[in-house]
C-alpha cells in the first residue's frame, strides 16, 4: 500500500546491570523496522555517559557489528526507527534527540505528532530558541527542559510538560538515571512494557519487539500515563489518565503494526482476519478462490476465506529482496514495476472467479496495476475488497495520508471506483465494523476513525496555522 | 531452511536493436535472487564490445543507477547470480566469466555441476592451462576455447563440448554476434526463454524472470538441446538430445525455484501445493490448524490444508527485512535467533493442534527450535510433515546438501528424528510422492530423486577423485 | 609537528548571479584543508533555501561530485573544515551550524575560541535553551538570536552579540539575503577577502583560497569589524574597531598557515624564512647542510641557510600519501612509524654537521626519532633549531596546545631537552625575535604571544570555570 | 608532470618464522605507492595456503586494518601496485596474479613490458589458452606454468621461461616454499634486496621500500639474474646474467624513483641534483632566484642553484592534499586547476627572474600554465629548464609515454617550445649528461635512453604487430 505512512517506532531497555544492552535495542528496532525505514539511531547509557549511532538507513545497514561495539555496554539503552520522507533525506531528523543541558542530559524518542507544534514552536523561538531540525520531538525536548528548570525531578518536568503539548505521542526518555515510559491522553499511538528473565525492564511501540528480545510482555502503558523505571523500581504517575476518552488509531491494526503484536489486548492478525470476516459478511460474492495482496493483505483474506467458505490460495509471490532500494524503471514501463515486485501465480487465479483483499485503495493507480494482473493471468472476474473504510479525511495524530486531492474516494464512489480500477465489483469495510475488529467488547474500547469519518477526538490545527507552518516546514527542509 | 544451496541462475537478453539492456539483465537477475545471493553480474555486448561488472553482493546493492548506465546500452546482456558459501567469500568466483580469445570474445554464465570437473582441469592443467578460480565455468570455457579452436562456429565447439563436459549444466553462452542456450543432456537444472512485445528474445533460469521484464514465455529448453539467437533468427540443434533420460532436479519444485515460476509446464506452487495434499494422504492427523514455515512451507501448508480440511492459518511472522546481512546474536541466546527471524502468532496456535509444514529437515536444530516457538507459544501438539523426502545422499548435480555427518536422517530413525525436534508426529512425503508432485502424467516425466533414494542418473566421481577434489577445491580457496 | 591544532578555517561567496557556488566553496575548502582535517561542510543558499552537507573527513571524500551536484545552484555558499580530535569524532560538531529560526533563516562558520563560552552557556541553559554540539559556535548562533529578536537587522544583532562574546572569533554568517564577515576585537584569527573577476566577493580565513577560486586579494577584516556583502554592496560596521589592541596568533605565522598565504600584509613563506635568518643570528653553529623537517621546517631551513650560507638541502622525503588514514605500525616498531612517513635522504647527511630545522618542540619524542634518524643516516653532528620559541603556556584563542604535563620546556632547560633528543646543541627563538618575524614594522604590529610567554591580551578563564569547563565538554563528549 | 606512467611497483617478503608479514607488506606498498596509483593487491603465504586481496584504489585505501587482519599471518607476503589508466579502470587487472595449478599454487608481481607478448599470446591462444587480463604478467604466468610442467623446479621453470619472454621485468614470484626474484638481462627496471634484524628477507622495486619496513639494503639483483629464497637459505641463479649490454631506465632516476631510493649504488636524490648542475653549466642564465616545480624539480633546482650560485627558493606550494581523487573544475576555469593544485609564493617570485626546473616537457600545456602563474605572481623573467632531453621516441619497456601526436618535442625546435609556453629561455639536459647523471663511473653504467635518442637496446615490435596489438587491447578493455 503506497501513500500512507507511520511516524516512527520507539524502543528503550532498562537494565540492573551493564551488560551489551545496544545489541538488544539493535534486535528490538530491527522488530520494528516495519514502522520507520528512513532513519534510525541507538543511545547507550553507560553511567551517566550517552554514546550514540544514528543514520539514515536502514537497522541492519547503519548498524554493523563494529558501530554495535562502538557503542560500548550500559545499563540503558533508547533506539527509534523513522519513517521516509520522499525526496530528500534529512539526517538531522534521525532521533533519538539527546540533549545535553545544565540540568542533565536525556535523550528523548517519540513516535506521533503534535497538534500545537506550530504554536509552541513560536513561542520557544521569540523567547530566543534555535531548532536544529523540523520534528515534533525538538519541540517536546525544550518544552521538557524549560518545564525542567522549574521542577524537582525529570518525571515532574514530564508531568507539567504534558500539560502544555496536544496530540499524539508514544515518547520514552531516557535520563542518566531513569528511563521514562509516556503515552498522551487519549492513547493514540502504542506503547507497551515487558520484562525480561533477568529483571530488565523493555518498552516498545508494539511487542513484537519484546519478542524479539525474549522479554515478556507486562502491560500496555494507559493513556495519560508516566511510567518511571530507576534503580528502585517502577513508579506509575497517572495525573494524566482519565483526562481524555482512549483513542487508539484503529489504522494500528489495520495496517500499521506487525500481524505478530498484540496491542491493548488483541492480536493484530486476528483484528485483521477478522476485518475480512467483517468484509465477507457486508460484501458476499460468488467466487472461486480468494487471494490477499502481500503482505498486509494477507491476514484479512484469510479471515474472509474462513467467512465466506471460499478456499484461501497464495495469488501473488512478492520479491523478499525489495525491501532494499531498488531502481525503478521508468515511466513507460510502469506496468513491470508492479510485476518486480509482485508476480501472479497464473495457476492459481487462471480461469477463477477471484475475490482480492487489500487493506487500502490511496489513488487507486496501485489497485488498478493489481487487478490488471490478475486478468493478465486469467482471472474471470476480479472482485475487491478493502479492509478499512475509505479514507476521506486528514490525519493530524501521525499518519501521513495522501493529499485530499490525490485520494480517489475523496472524488469517486465506489461504484465508479470499482470501474477505475477494472474491478467486477468493490467493496469497503464500514466504519461501524472497523470499530469492531479489536475484540471490541474485551479491548478498552475507544478507537479513533478520524481518517475514516472525520471525527476528530481532539482540538485540530486551524487551517492557517497549519498550511502556514507546512509551507514553513518544506521551505526548511534542507 | 538452513544447510541447502543451489548453484546460480542464469538470464540472458538478446534484443536486434541496442538499447538498454543492462537495466532488463538487473530486472531479470533481480527476480532470480533467490537463486545465489553471494555474488552477481552483468556483461553488456555493445556490437563485440564486451562491458562488464560482476562483485560480491545483492543484485540491488552491486548494482546502483550510475553502475548500471556506466555498462551503456547494447543489444545482448547476460547475468548471472551466485549462491553463498559460508565464511570466507571469493569476488574472483563471480560469474559470467569473460574471455577474450584470438577466435573472439565469449562470456558464459553457468548454473549446475560438472561431474568430471576434477579429470578436465588435470587434463587441461597438464598442457599448461591456468585456472584463476575454482568453479566449473571456468573448465567449460576452455574446454569450448579448445574445441572453438578446430570449429567453424561458436555453437559448433559448444556441440563438441558437450562430448567431454558430463554432469549438470544450464548454460548460457554470448558471443559478440550470438546468444546461446544449452542445457545438459538429462536437463537437471531448469532453463527457458520467452519473447518480448518487441521481438526481443529472453533466456532465463526460471520464468519469473521473464515475467519480470514482461517477457511471454514460449518454451523449456529442451534436455541437449542448443539455441542460437542471432541477427538471422533462432536456429535449435539437437545433436544431444534424448541422449540420456530426461532427470529434471526435483528439488527446483521442492524449494529452489519461485511459486510463481512454471518449469516444464508445472507451476511450483502447484507442486508443492499437490506435495501438501499428499502428504496430507499419507500422514493424516487430527489437529486444529495447518501452518507452513516461511516462505517455504506455506504453499504446501495450503495443500495439507485443502487436502485435510484442516483450516489453514498464518502461523509465523518472518522479518522482511532479513534478506540483508544481520548481526547475529551470541550462542547463548540462539533461541532469539528465530523469534528475531521467525515470531509465532501466539492467537493462532495457543490452545492448538498444530500441523507444521515445512519443506525439508537437514540438522534438525532448527525445525527442533520452530517446534519450541510453537510450544512457548501454547501449541498442545505439534505434528511436523515434511514435504520432501529425507536426504541420504550427497548431489553431485549443483545442490550443496549438508555433510553425511550433520544430516539427522541418516542417523536416525523418523520416530528418533520426532522425539529429538519435539514433535508429537513426524511425516516424511515419500520417493513415489514426490516424484508425482510436479504434475506426473502432463509433464515430461523423469525426476532426478538422488539426494533421497541414492538413484544418480549419471556416473558419478570416483571416491578418491571426488575426496581429493573437495580437498584442492578447500585448500585453494583465498 | 604533533600535538598542535587549529580551530578550523571558513570560507564563503556571494555572488550577484546564481551559480554553481558549491563548487567553488570546495575549492576554497580544499585550499584551507590544511587548517581542519575532522570534518567539513558546505552550505548553499539559493534565494533563502538552505540546502547542506556536512560529515566528517576531507573534503575530496565528504564531496563528490554527485554531492556537490546535490547541493545545487545558488548566489551565496558557506563552507568550513574543522580541526581533528583524537578519538572519537562527532558528526554533530561539524559545520557550519545551520539555524532555522522565525526571525529567519542563519547559518555559521566560526575559527576561534570563546574565553567566556561557559558563562554564556550556563546563562542560556538557564533560561531553557538546549545545545545539541559541545562547539562554541552554537553558543554563538545563541547569542546572536536572541539579539537578533530585538534588532532591526542581522548585522545589527551581530553588533550586540560582539558585546556579550568574548575571546577569538573569526566569523562568516550568512542570511538569506547577506554574507557577512566578523573579526573579533583583537583580531587573533585572519580573515581576509577578495573579488572575483565578474564582482563575486569572497571572505576566507587565508589568502590561499582566495588564489585557488581565482579571486584577487583585497584586503584583511580589520579586527572588530563586520563586514556585510547584499545586492546593494559592502558595508562596514566598525563600533568595535580600535577598541582592542591588535592580536594576531603569531603562531598563524609559524605553522598553522599555508606558506603561500598572506596574512595582514605579510606572506606566511617569508615570515618564515625570516624567523630562520633570525635563528643562524641567535644560534650559530659550524655545519655542513641545513635541513628542513618537512612541510613546516622548510622555510625557515631556507632562511637559515641564507642566513648562515650554509648550503640548504633537502634532508628527508615526506611521504606523500600521508595525507589520509594510515594504519600505524605497533608499539614494539614505532621507529619505523618515523620513516614510513618521513626516511632521510642518506647521501645528503652521511658523514655531515646538520643544522635541522623545525617549526616546534612539544612533547619531544617526535624530535628525538627524527634526530636519531640522521643519527642512523651518518649524520656526524645534529644541531636542531627551532623556528618559535618554546611552548610554555595554554592558548584560550584557539591553539589546542598539548598540557602542561606533556610539554617538555615546561619541565627541561634547553640543555635538558638538547640531550633529551640526542642533539648536538639546540636553540629556540626567542620571543623578540618571533613578535618581529611578520615584517614587524610594515606589519599593523601587535601579535598574541601567550603560549610562549603568558602575556594574555585578554582576561582568561578563572580556573573553576575552565577546568569544570573542561570536565564538563569532556564527559559531553559522544 | 602529466602524460607519464611507469608500470609498478612490486614487494616481496621472505620470513623464516610465520608472522604478519601482511602489514610489512602494507608498508612496503606504502613507500612504493608513487610507482602505481590505480590498483593493489597483496599475497600471504600461510604454510602453501594463499591468502589474498586486490582492488583499486590507493594502498590505505584498499588496505583498512579489519582487511590486513584478515590475511592472517604466513612466512611469505607478495605486493604490487598499479599505474593509474585514465578513463575505466579494470579490476582484473590488478596484481598479484595467483595461479592455482596441478604443479603447485603460484603468485607474481611484475614491473616492466614484455616486447614480444603479443607473440606469446597469440601462439598460447592457439593452443587453447584463455586469457582474464590484457596484462603481461598474466602471459608470463603462462609461459612458465607451460616450462613448469617439464621442469624439476619452479625456478627451473623461470629460467627456461626467460628464453621466451623478451623485453623488460622486473618479477617476484612466490610458490609455495620459495620466493623468486627476477630481472631481465638489460636490467631495465630496478630490483633490490635487503634484510631484517630478525633474519628476514625483503625485496622491492626501490630502496625506500626496503627502509619502511627496517630492512637494510643488501645489493641489486642482477640483470640475468634470478635469486631464490627458501628455507635453506639464498640461491643465485645466473645463466642469463651479461647476455645483454646493461640498460637501466635513466627515467627512473630522472623521474619516476622516489629521491631517497638508492638504485644501482646512486641516490635518486643526488642523480637529480646531478642533473640540475649539469644543466646550470649547459644552460646559464643571469637571474635572481631558482625554484622547482613540486615535487619532482625540486632535486634539481638545488644542484642548479648550487652550481650557478643562484638562490634556491620555495616558489610554489602544492596542496598536499591533491593525493587523492579529485573533482576537476570545467573547461573554462583550466587556470584554476593549476592553481588549486599548485599555488606560487608571490613574495618569493616577483620582481624577480626566476629559473624554474620541472623535469620534463610533455604536451607543454602544463608548462605553459606553470610559466603563467609565474608572470601572474609578478616574475620579471621566467627561464625553463629541464632536467632531462626532449622526448621524441616510445617506451616498449614499461613508461607509458603520449603518442608522438602530443608530445611538444616531436613538432617544435626548442625556441618554438620556449615561446609557446611563454618562456623567456628553454634549455633541455643533452643527451650526453643525461647519461652521466646516476654516478657514470662509479655506476655499473648503462642506461637506456631510447625515448631521448632512439637508441634501443633490444628488437622492437614490428609496426604492424605493435599497432594490431594495442587495437586489440584497447578493444577489449572493459
Redesign the interface.
Same mark, same amino acid.
Request: with cysteine.
Given at each position: 500500500m503506497a501513500g500512507l505512512r507511520e511516524e516512527c517506532g520507539v524502543f528503550g531497555i532498562f537494565s540492573y546491570e551493564p551488560r551489551d544492552v545496544a545489541?538488544e535495542a539493535?534486535?528490538g528496532l530491527?522488530?520494528l523496522?516495519?514502522r520507520g525505514q528512513e532513519s534510525c539511531g541507538i543511545v547507550v547509557n553507560d553511567d551517566?555517559?550517552?554514546?550514540?549511532y544514528k543514520d539514515i538507513g536502514? /537497522? =541492519?545497514?547503519v548498524?554493523? #557489528?563494529e558501530r554495535?561495539d562502538s557503542l560500548g555496554k550500559g545499563n540503558m539503552a533508547l533506539g527509534h526507527v523513522r519513517y521516509g520522507t520522499t525526496g530528500a533525506t534529512d539526517r538531522n531528523n534521525a532521533q533519538p534527540i539527546? /540533549? =545535553?543541558?545544565?540540568?542533565g #542530559?536525556m535523550a528523548l524518542a517519540h513516535n506521533g505528532n503534535l497538534t500545537n507544534s506550530y504554536e509552541l514552536?513560536?513561542e520557544l523561538?521569540?523567547?530566543?530558541?534555535?531548532?536544529?531540525t523540523?520534528s515534533d520531538t525538538e519541540v517536546i525536548?525544550?518544552i521538557i527542559?524549560?518545564e525542567r528548570?522549574a521542577s524537582p525531578s525529570i518525571e515532574d518536568a514530564v508531568n507539567r510538560a504534558m500539560n502544555r503539548i496536544k496530540g499524539a505521542y508514544s515518547l520514552v526518555i531516557m535520563s542518566p538515571a531513569k528511563m521514562i515510559a509516556v503515552r498522551d491522553e487519549n492513547g493514540f499511538r502504542p506503547l507497551c512494557y515487558g520484562k525480561m528473565p533477568d529483571g530488565s525492564y523493555v518498552i516498545a511501540s508494539e511487542s513484537?519487539a519484546l519478542?524479539?528480545?525474549?522479554a515478556e510482555f507486562v502491560r500496555d502503558i494507559d493513556a495519560g500515563e508516566i511510567l518511571v523505571f530507576d534503580q528502585s523500581g517502577i513508579k506509575s504517575i497517572r495525573d494524566h489518565c482519565g483526562k481524555a476518552p482512549h483513542k487508539l488509531c484503529v489504522f494500528e491494526y489495520v495496517y500499521f503494526a506487525?500481524?505478530?503484536s498484540?496491542i491493548e489486548g488483541c492480536?493484530v492478525?486476528?483484528a485483521r482476519s477478522r476485518a475480512g470476516a467483517y468484509l465477507a459478511l457486508e460484501y458476499p460474492v460468488q467466487a472461486d478462490v480468494v487471494v490477499g495482496v502481500p503482505?498486509s493483505g494477507?491476514?484479512a483474506a484469510?479471515g474472509y476465506s474462513?467467512q465466506s467458505g471460499i478456499?484461501?490460495?497464495?495469488g501473488?509471490?512478492k520479491?523478499?529482496?525489495i525491501?532494499?532500494?531498488?531502481?525503478s524503471?521508468g515511466q513507460k514501463?510502469r506496468?513491470?514495476k508492479v510485476?518486480?515486485k509482485l508476480?501472479?501465480?497464473?495457476?492459481?487465479v487462471s480461469g477463477k472467479r477471484v475475490v482480492l483483499i487489500d487493506d487500502s485503495i490511496v489513488r487507486g493507480t496501485t489497485s488498478a496495476r493489481i487487478v490488471k494482473l490478475l486478468r493478465d493471468a486469467g482471472a474471470k472476474e476480479v472482485h475487491m475488497r478493502v479492509s478499512a473504510p475509505a479514507f476521506l479525511n486528514p490525519c493530524y495524530y501521525g499518519t501521513d495520508i495522501d493529499s485530499r486531492e490525490n485520494l480517489i474516494a475523496c472524488h469517486h464512489t465506489v461504484e465508479e471506483t470499482a470501474k477505475l480500477i477494472g474491478a467486477d465489483s468493490l467493496g469497503y469495510l464500514s466504519v461501524d465494523s472497523v470499530k469492531r475488529i479489536a475484540c471490541g467488547e474485551k479491548g478498552r474500547g475507544g478507537y479513533c476513525t478520524a481518517c475514516f469519518d472525520g471525527d476528530y477526538p481532539t482540538e485540530i490545527p486551524s487551517q492557517t496555522q497549519k498550511s502556514r507552518f507546512e509551507k514553513k516546514i518544506s521551505?526548511?527542509k534542507?
Open positions: 545489541r539493535y534486535y530491527f522488530a523496522q516495519h551517566g555517559i550517552f554514546n550514540f536502514l /537497522v =541492519n545497514d548498524f554493523s #557489528r554495535l539527546v /540533549v =545535553n543541558h545544565i540540568k #542530559r514552536r513560536r523561538e521569540l523567547k530566543g530558541s534555535i531548532f536544529h523540523t525536548s525544550y527542559t524549560e528548570l513484537c519478542d524479539s528480545v525474549g506487525r500481524p505478530d498484540v492480536c492478525h486476528e503482505d494477507l491476514d484469510i474462513k478456499p484461501y490460495e497464495i501473488f509471490i520479491n523478499k529482496y525491501a532494499r532500494t531498488f531502481i524503471p514501463s506496468m513491470n510485476k518486480i508476480n501472479p501465480i497464473t495457476g492459481v521551505e526548511s534542507k
